[in-house]
C-alpha cells in the first residue's frame, strides 16, 4: 500500500532519516537536569531561523492553527480590531478563528493569486487616525496559491502612517525556507510549525514574540489557558514546561537546527528557490500558468499551478495518487478544481524533484492535457544542471 | 548521560519498542484514501477504552492540559458555575483553568490525600435548586497524590437530587491503566492523552463526549478554534483532520489500542493492580505511608508516599537520579518535599518494578532513612511471585 | 553529506521502511523460544521463493560470498573437477574461489555481455566420460554485465549426457526479483542473500540445497566448520543455531517474505520487468547499448549500459555522485570505464526510476556526451504510463 | 510476548538506544567516498580497544565462530600442530573447529572451572623442542564457566622456552568489557565480535592480526577465500570491501566506539568488575558457588553459578523465562543443568542488574531453593551503594 515515493504536498515534509532517528528518543524525565540543557539551547538557537535577537521563542504541543489562536488569545481582548487581507485558504482561516474569538476584523478581500496588499494597509491605517486597529495580521505564505507576500512592505505601510498596531505573520510554510526578518521586518509575532521548514513531525507549533507583544499581553483578556505565554516562558525560563512537554519533538527540533546550519541558512533558501524555479521551469515547458499572480510572488516551497481549462485538477491529483502512488497538493477553496500544488520544501532534492515533475506528467498524458511527454522534466533537468553550482549542494 | 534504566515517573511512561516503531511513520499525504482507513478506525476503536457505545470521540494535537481546555471551552459560556472539589495539583489546575476562562468555580477543598467527595457534592447539588452549575469537574485519579476518587459515586451524588449538571471527568493518568465506565457512569466528558496508560510520546489529547454535552455545545459562548469540537467532528467524520493532524502519534495509537485489546483490557488492569500492589507492599515493609488516605483511595498507576519526618523527599528523588540515573516522581504542590512518587503504569513488569523499588531503597540507605536495605524488595518480591498466576503475564 | 536520493546500485538495495523497521529488534535470547517459532517458519517460507519442495533452506550470517564457500567446501573435496564458464565478474570470482580452495576448474571463457552457454556445457560434458566433473557452477544474473542466463537450458545441457554433476547457481542478485525455479531446473545448491531482492541489510547468506548435494556432503573433504551445512541443518532442526545468530536479519527476512508474499510473487517479477523495460527504453532513446547481448539475456535486475567511444564511465558515475548525491553502478572488471550499471531492484517503483534516469542524462549532459536531454526520460515515462495496468502496483 | 525486560545471557547484549539508531542506516553506496570516510578510521580506533599499535584490524561479516575460522585458516597449514586447553564450551569448539580444518590439536584437558593453565603449557612447550606446536590457542573469557584466563601468565610461559609459536586468543565475551592487552601480552591474532562488549548486533567477527601472524600467512595452505585476510586488507587499505560489507554494523562499531572512549575505557571495565562484584556478593549471599573455582578466575562479564544437589539449573532458567520473561544463560556442555549463568556485560546499569538478580531470586524461591528472599539483592545493593563512586556512572 505504501511505497517509497516522497510527497510533494506543501507539508508536512518528507522527514529525513537523520531527524526520523532524532525524534526516536525514549520516555525521560522532563523534570530532570538533562531536559533543561537540551531544551535551553533549541530555544536559544531558534532565534536564529527567525533572524531575531529581541524576540521570545515560545512553543506549543500544537499544529501551526494553535499558533494561530496563541498570537491572538494572549495579546488581544474582545472586540478588538485586527486588519487582514484575504488571499488564500490560510489567510481565511485566520480571519475565521479571529471572528470566533470575538474580534472586530477589517477585512480587505484580495484575488486569489495576489499577496498582501502593502498600498490598501496603508490607506486602512492611515484612516484609522483613533488606532482602533491592534494588529495586523499577514499570511507571509499562502500555501494554497503558492504566493509569497512581501511582509517589509507591509511594515513599511504601517510605518508611513505611524501606526502602533502589532504585525502578526503566519510563516508557517515559509520559515526555515525562505528568508524571514523578524527584527528587520518588526514582526510583533510570527507563527510556524514543526512540520514544513524544520523537516520534522507535526505536532509543535512555534512562536517568535517581541517585547511589544508581550506588553500587549498584560492587557490582553481573551481567554488561554493551554496556549499562555506567561506559563510557558515562566516554565521555560527555569528549564521546563507548565505541562508534559513534546519532548520527541523537542529533540527533533535540536537535531533540525544542528542539520539547517550545517547547511547554512543561506544555502538552505538557495537549495529552496532553485528547486522552486526548476518546477517553475517545467510549468513554463508544459505551458500552464501559475496561481501566483507575478514573479515578485513566486513561493519557493510551493507551487499552484492552474490546470488548463476544461480539466479537473483533483482528478489530476487523484490519477497521480492511484496510479503513481504521489501526493501532490489538491487545490484548496477557490482552487478546488482548478488548481493543483507542488510542494518542494524540507529536505528535498533536484532528484527528488525530477520523480515528481515526471509522475505528474505522466498523470496529465494519461488524462490527455495538451502537456508534451517530457517537456518539463527536459526544462528542470536543463535549468538544475546549469545552476548547480556546488557539488553536494543536497540537503541531507 | 542517558542509559536504559526505565523511569518510574506517573508518566509519560517507558514506551515500549512496538509503539516506539509504530510511530516511526514517514509523512504520508493525510488528505490521501490510507489517512481516512487508518484513522476512522482507531476513533472507533478508543471507544471501547471508555466502555462507551454512545461517547464520541475527539482527539486533538496538544497535551491533556488542553483537553481540559476543549472540555470547558466547547461547552460552556463565560460566568457559568462549575463544582470542582480539590484535593491534589491536577485538580487545582484545572479550577485555575476554568477561574482563567471566566467560570464561577464553586471550589471545595479537600485534604490532599482525599478523593472526590460524593456526599459533599450532593449536598451542594441539593441546594443548587436553580440549577446554576452547568458542570461537575473530578480528577479520576490524582497523579500528585496517588489517589484514584470513585466517580460512580460522584454520579449517584448527582443523580440523588437529580441534578442535571455534566460531569466532566479528567482521566489522563487512568485511563487504559484502571478500569474507566463512561456509559455506566454517566460522564459527559472524559479527558485523557497518549502519554499515559495509551504508553506513547505526548501530543494527542483523547476525549470522549457524550451526547449532552455536544448538545451543550450549541450554546457554549466561549471562544475556540484549535479545540474546537464541531471543526474536528466534522472533518474527522470524512476522514479527515481540521488542520494538519499528528500522523505519527496516529499510527501509534492504532498499535498501541492492538496491544492493549491483546493483553485484554482486564488483564492491563489486573497488571497494573498486581504492579501496584508490590509496591504497597514495599511502602509498608519499610515502614512508609501512602499519600492516599485509605486502600480504596489506592491508585494502580501511581503511589505518592511519605518520606519520614525530618527527610526531605526531594533530596531522595535528586539522590535517586544523580546517582543511579532512576527517576522517580517528585513530591508536588503541598506534597513538595514530604512526599516522592512511583509511577508504575503504561508497559511495565514486575522485574522492572523491582528494580525502581531496589533503587529508591538504596537511595534511602545512602541518606540515612531508616529502612532496612532490601526489606521492600522482599516484600514485593512475595507477593509478585505469590500473585503471579500467568506465566509470560508482563505486558509487551 | 547524505541525502535522501535513491541509490541505483544493484544492492544492496534502497530498504524499505517496513523492513528497516522489522530489523529494529532488541536483544533477544536465541535459545528462549520465541526464536524457534521466528526462525522455523522464515526457513519453510523461503522455499517458496526458490520454488523448491525438495530443498533445504541453509543461511549462514555471511555475504553471497560466504555462500559460494558453503557450497562448494560441503560438496567437494580437494582436486575435484567443477566445470564453469566465465563471463563477468562474480562468475571470475567464483572460479578464483573454486581454484583457492584445490578444485580442478575447467574454465569455459566467454565475452562479457553472453550467458551461461548451454551447447559448450553440452560439449564438455558429453565428452566427460568417466564423470570427473562434480559440479557445474552458473552464475544466474551476472550482475557485472546485467546477463541472466538461462538455468533451464544448462539443465537440459547436463541432462543431453546424462550427466551426474550437480549444479550450483550463484542467484545473488536474481533471487526474489525474477523467477527462479529450483525444483523444475534440478538445481543442486542455490547461493543467495539478503541484500538484494529480500532488500535487507547485508548479512546473511541464503542457501537452497538439494537431497543430492545433502548426499554429496557425506563424502566433501574440503574443511569447514562456519559454513557446515550438517552443524547449521542439526541446529535448525531444533529450532537453534551453531552459533549466534544474526537476530535482526532473521526478524527483517521474516517481514521481508511477508512483503513478497503480500505483493505475490508473480507482480513482484512483473514489477521488476517493467522497471527495467523503463530502463531499456531510456537507454535505446539515448542512442546507447546494452553490455547483454541480446534480449534474452537482458536482466530484470541491473541493466550495464556501454557509454559512447571515447567517453569514461567512471567519470559519469563519480560526476552524477559528486554533483547530484546519486550513486549508479560502476564498470566493473573488463568494464571498468566502458560501462556503467543501473541497479533497478528491490523496493523499487517507476517514479524513483525516473529519478535515477533524469539524474544520469543530467550528468550525461554536463558530460558533453551526444544525448538529448529528456528524451530517456520520455521513452520511460511513454513506456511506464502505458504499461501500468495496476493503478498502486509499487512496491512498499 | 516480547517485553521490555533486560537480557542477562553472556552476550548478545541489551543493545542501546543509541547503537540501534546507528545501526539503521538506509543503503549506500559501499563503493562511494563516504564509506571510506566512515570504515578506515573505525578499523584505527577498534585497535585502542586492544590495546595495540603493532596490530591490523580485520572484520569479516561473520560471528565469533567465523572469526575462529579466519585466524587458523589464514596462519596454518594441514597437519600443523596446535596447543589447547580445554576448561569449557568455547574453548572445546575451538578444538572441534582445528580438528575439523586437518590440525593436528595438542590437548590439555582442564577442569571445567579453571583456566588457561600456564604451567602446563610450559611444560608442553619447553618439550617441544623442534617446534612442531605452531600456535597456541587460548580463549580468555570461557563463557561457559564464567572464567577469565590470565594471557599474561600464558605469554610468559611460552617466553620460558623461548617457544615461537604463535598466540591466538578468544576474546569474544570479554574484549571492550574487561582490559585487553595484544601488544603487552605479545598477542598474535585475538578474536572478537560485534554482539558482546561492543553491543550491537550479531554479525561481525573483528579481529587484530600480529606482523608475525600475517608473516605467517604467506606459508599457510589451508584454503580460504571469504574469510581470507588479505583480499579483506588489500581492500580495506583503498578504504573497499572484497565483497559488500555489512553497513549497517560497521556505523554501528562507529557509535559504539564513541560510546566506549567517552565513558573511557577503564571506566568501562571498573563498571563490569563493580556489577560482577554485586552479582558474586548476591551468590554469596544465597550460599551458591560459582564455577570459576577461584577469585583470580572471575569473570567480570558471566557469572556460572552451580544451583544446589537436587535441583536442575534448566529448570530454573526455564522458569525464569516463562514466569517473569527474563532470559539467563542456560549451563552449557558439562554444566548443563548443573550451573545457570548471569551475563552482566554491555550496556548495563547496577539497577538492571538488580531486576536480574530480584528475578532469579523469586525464581528459586519458586522452586523451594534453600534460599532466602531479598537476600541476595540486599546483598547487591549494600555492595552497589557503596562502590558507587561517581554519579551518574551507568552507561549509555
Known amino acids: 500500500m505504501s511505497n517509497q515515493n516522497p ?74 480590531t485586527v486588519l487582514v487581507a484575504r488571499y488564500g485558504m490560510f489567510s481565511h482561516r485566520w480571519i475565521d478563528l479571529c471572528q470566533r474569538h470575538g474580534l472586530d476584523v477589517h477585512i480587505i478581500d484580495c484575488p486569489w493569486g495576489s499577496g498582501a496588499p502593502a498600498d490598501k494597509f496603508a490607506e486602512v491605517l492611515a484612516d484609522d487616525r483613533d488606532h482602533r486597529i491592534k494588529a495586523v495580521l499577514v499570511t507571509h505564505n499562502e500555501t494554497a496559491t503558492g504566493v ?46 514543526s512540520q514544513k ?31 499562555d505565554f506567561r506559563d510557558m516562558m515562566a516554565a521555560n525560563a527555569s528549564g521546563g514546561f507548565p505541562y508534559t512537554p513534546p519532548l520527541q519533538l523537542i529533540y527533533g527540533m535540536r537535531e533540525s537546527l544542528k542539520m539547517l546550519f550545517e547547511e547554512g541558512l543561506d544555502n538552505v533558501y538557495a537549495r529552496h528557490f532553485r528547486l522552486a524555479e526548476g518546477v517553475r521551469k517545467a510549468t513554463a515547458a508544459w505551458g500552464l500558468n501559475l496561481v501566483a499572480q507575478s514573479p515578485d510572488l513566486y513561493s519557493d516551497t510551493v507551487s499552484a499551478i492552474y490546470v488548463p481549462e476544461g480539466f479537473d ?12 502512488g504521489v501526493s501532490f497538493g489538491i487545490g484548496l477553496g477557490e482552487m478546488n478544481g ?10 528535498l532534492t533536484d532528484v527528488m524533484v525530477l520523480s515528481g ?40
Open 313 to 324: 485538477s483533483n482528478t489530476l491529483t487523484d490519477h497521480a495518487f492511484n496510479t503513481y
Open 357 to 396: 515533475l515526471a509522475t505528474i506528467e505522466m498523470s496529465m498524458a494519461d488524462l490527455d492535457y495538451p502537456v508534451e511527454l517530457g517537456s518539463g522534466v527536459a526544462a528542470a533537468q536543463e535549468y538544475f544542471r546549469t545552476s548547480c553550482a556546488n557539488p553536494m549542494q543536497s540537503a541531507a
Open 197 to 227: 521548514g524544520f523537516m520534522l513531525a507535526t505536532g509543535m507549533a512555534i512562536l517568535c514574540v517581541s517585547p511589544k507583544a508581550l506588553d500587549a499581553m498584560e492587557q490582553a483578556r481573551l481567554p488561554r489557558t493551554f496556549f
Open 7 to 80: 510527497v510533494f504536498i506543501p507539508g508536512p515534509t518528507n522527514i529525513p532519516d537523520r531527524l526520523r532517528l532524532a525524534m526516536q528518543v525514549q520516555t525521560q524525565d522532563h523534570r530532570a537536569p538533562d531536559f533543561v540543557e537540551t531544551f535551553a539551547p533549541v530555544l536559544e538557537d531558534t532565534k536564529k531561523v527567525f533572524a531575531t535577537t529581541s524576540g521570545k521563542i515560545v512553543t506549543f504541543p500544537a499544529s501551526g492553527t494553535g499558533g494561530w489562536e496563541a498570537s491572538v488569545s494572549n495579546t488581544l481582548s474582545p472586540g478588538d
Open 338 to 347: 482548478k488548481a493543483f500544488r507542488i510542494g518542494h520544501l524540507g529536505s
Open 148 to 193: 509569497r507576500s512581501d511582509i517589509g512592505a507591509v511594515r513599511k505601510s504601517m510605518d508611513a502612517s505611524s501606526h502602533p498596531a502589532m504585525l502578526f505573520v503566519d510563516c508557517v510554510s515559509s520559515l526555515a525556507s525562505m528568508p524571514f526578518e523578524f527584527d528587520k521586518w518588526g514582526v510583533d509575532i510570527a507563527v510556524s510549525g
